[in-house]
């Protein structure tokens, strides 16, 4: 039994005393042990290492104290695993050395089997549960298959992902056997994730905000609720769009449990355009997080009374950021526990 | 006479046969002709030499065939001509040597004489409008304080523009006594173009969007209103704010012309979120003129039905992309021109 269940509850809807928090990218660069592992591991080592990805992991948990624990991992293992090698360059980020642009490059694209070419993701999730011994429920995600599918055919990351999208507009059967490709990994690999243990799975869709709300309908939204359709009934499902408010009325109908929102989205626009039931994420400006304390203390606060505290998890709207000293980043979390209406 | 006043008439929210067209960096990198000049003069020479501005804000309307001219310009010039120092780095872009983040750069700040410091421009203007001898009108445009700030404290171009935000966050008096200058010279330098002779201008606010709702009502949009209120019984101003869907309602109420609305907002919400009366300027994604011109034709007519004809200025949501064929940018030019209701 957990310890602490009050994200899982959020995800239910169910009332609770304070609101849960959690950060994304919460086993990140602005902690001081996790740029030692860093420095001593490439990307992807710390990656496919179970031990390395559940002691990063738990970092978080131990130092900054947040209500759920997500799995260190990143959206492109799915890419890497479909036969797409991916590497992480100096100064570039993510580098597909051969993006997808044919159909002769989409050929060579797999549907993998999960257990050989993600075993070492089913193994971390175990790892990690043994290490948190219960003490918060543990998250997995993916990537959107729009948001995976803008790596693979740019090649790299980009302002705008013209390639990415020129490739869709021009050859939009090409790009709907790709997207199809990656959701049905997806599918298979959330499913054995949860099936490994984690207690809910939350879908990025980083780049949807780079859509037209017309493409989104088009490219984007059709796979993300294919997923949710698929794992709605395994575990919990949270979608987070980036920049997708126009989006969030299909998302607040698809059956996920829960819907993230970035800080360009007042709490009253997202319960409004969400449809007012279902539970929401975020969404704390991550560059609020270099506010002197008491300013951080004062928006959490007025944060959480916007939201309300019940159908609501605490979290910023996008990735902590490398520059945010740790003791803002708890004092973030501590403004949550600390909480009173 | 202007022999088209189609664009001016969309301002003034007057009846016309079909919308005016333009488009947002429609004096750039797409035509060969800006690039065998790109080759021949650096960036700076290109914007401070009248007669190399005057060709490269003609070439499209010679070539493309826009219902209005823009001014070849940069945003960074007003920077340059406070004594912050701006140079265009190769693969960097935007590089300004000395940030601004202290007390003591701050002072180095100026707030300047336009004629001396930017003299070339209004040369440029007055060039200009005889070269196009009143076949279109002419815009001149600035940058919003808010996104000059970015580049001025950040140093460069940056994702989420961190160490501005940061500096606003963590020094809140010091980046408003900046803005003020910025907004202070922003407001003689538009009236002096004004002056010199264009017939509208355009603010853009391209970072607005990395803002919460809150915070662009602290940081942005004051400094905006200012101009806004010093300019528009001077000349119509069109308010653009990428990604400032939130701040429509504002906007709509400024005084401003019209507002620019970026193709992730709908034509309704950006109706409904602007008051429904004022003229608005957008938003065909740029990356679509990758599309095959069939349905880049399809698209502009379904834009200008949703948009409906009248208080409408057919646009991009954001700049031209540097990849788009001439004879695309072109189909959409005359897509509007052939508009039937």
Redesign the interface.
Known sequence: MLKNDLFLKALKGETVARPPVWMMRQAGRYLPDFMALKAKYDFFTRCQTPELATAITIMPIDQVGPDAAILFSDILVVLQAMQIPVEMKDSVGPWIPNPIRTAADLQQVIVPDIDEHLGYVLDAVKMTQNALNERVPLIGFAGSPWTLLCYAVQGQGS????IA??FC??QPELAHALLQKITDTTIAYLKAKVKAGVDAVQLFDSWG?L?????YQIFSWPYLQQIVSALKDDAPVIVFGK?C??ALHEMGRSGAAALGVD????AR?ARYLSGGQITLQGNF????L???IP?IQAGVKKMIDEFGKDKYIVNL?HGI?P?IPVDHAKAFVDAVKAYTP
């Open positions: 302002k705008n992902f013209d999208k020129g507009f021009s905000g859509l037209s709300p017309e493409d920049g408010w126009f800080w360009t989205c007042t626009n400006d991550p560059a609020r270099l506010s002197p300013d709207g950021l520059n």
